[in-house]
């Protein structure tokens, strides 16, 4: 199969502080990472795509000096929220595109990582 | 990225076929239908996908009209553990500009 992991699974942190979150393909290279939020009883948002060796392309309305992306090896990348505040509290999600894969390519999920800022 | 229509619940009685549609009548030649699924509080997971042909594997089946402005996620034998938010996304593949986007899926709520 193909593996995403995320860590940490859960995190508390002060407003103000910044979180790290990593996401791992285990058992393939990404080189397309994505990350997505979610809000409670609302559906998934793509917030930026993370490519392996270059800079994150960030949808609209996302901050991209907020939430810093970096995706410095095929099996890595990682979502820095910075200053976080209460309204960063969510549901965050990183997929990863299995590259080499026939047309039409399969996108797999991490379990996701629950922040909340106090 | 063609949108999705789904209804926005269903329920299934367990041991039954689960049978979701999703209308996706603006979908283009290079585009796919994806279905996900995601079970509370867990990252979504990938189900299946198919372009024109009906496509099956061990976990559905995944039936599209000829004019592909319609497809039907098929679950054969639907578990208490299948209740889970289903998502039908249709996008053209990453290196053409394709990105999966989540419409509001269907609650699919399978009883005993």
């Known amino acids: 199969g193909a593996v995403v992991s995320q860590h940490p699974s859960r995190v508390i942190c002060k407003s103000g502080t910044s979180v790290k979150i990593e996401c791992r393909s285990l058992d393939f290279q990404a080189t397309t990472m994505f990350w997505y939020r979610q809000f409670p009883k609302q559906s998934l948002m793509l917030m930026a795509t993370s490519n392996e060796g270059s800079k994150a392309t960030y949808e609209q309305g996302v901050e991209k000096d907020k939430f810093l992306i970096n995706h410095a090896s095929l099996t890595l990348s990682t979502l820095t929220v910075t200053s976080a505040h209460p309204e960063d509290s969510s549901f965050y999600i990183c997929?990863?595109?299995?590259?080499?894969?026939?047309?039409?390519?399969?996108?797999?999920f991490g379990p996701g990582t629950r922040l909340l800022v106090l | 990225d063609a949108k999705t229509t789904q209804p926005t619940s269903m329920d299934c009685a367990e041991g039954r076929a689960a049978n979701l549609p999703c209308n996706h009548s603006?979908?283009?030649?290079?585009?796919?239908v994806y279905w996900y699924r995601q079970i509370h509080s867990q990252g979504p997971q990938y189900i299946i996908h198919g372009l024109k042909n009906n496509e099956t594997n061990e976990m559905a089946s995944l039936i599209i009209t000829e004019d592909r402005k319609s497809s039907t996620l098929i679950l054969p034998h639907a578990t208490l553990r299948d209740t889970a938010v289903y998502y039908c996304?249709?996008?053209?593949?990453?290196?053409?500009?394709?990105?999966?986007?989540f419409g509001q899926g269907t609650e699919l709520s399978v009883k005993p």
């Open positions: 603006t979908i283009s030649g290079n585009e796919y």
């Open positions: 997929s990863a595109i299995r590259t080499g894969t026939s047309v039409g390519e399969t996108q797999y």
């Open positions: 996304i249709v996008r053209a593949t990453y290196n053409q500009g394709g990105k999966l986007i």
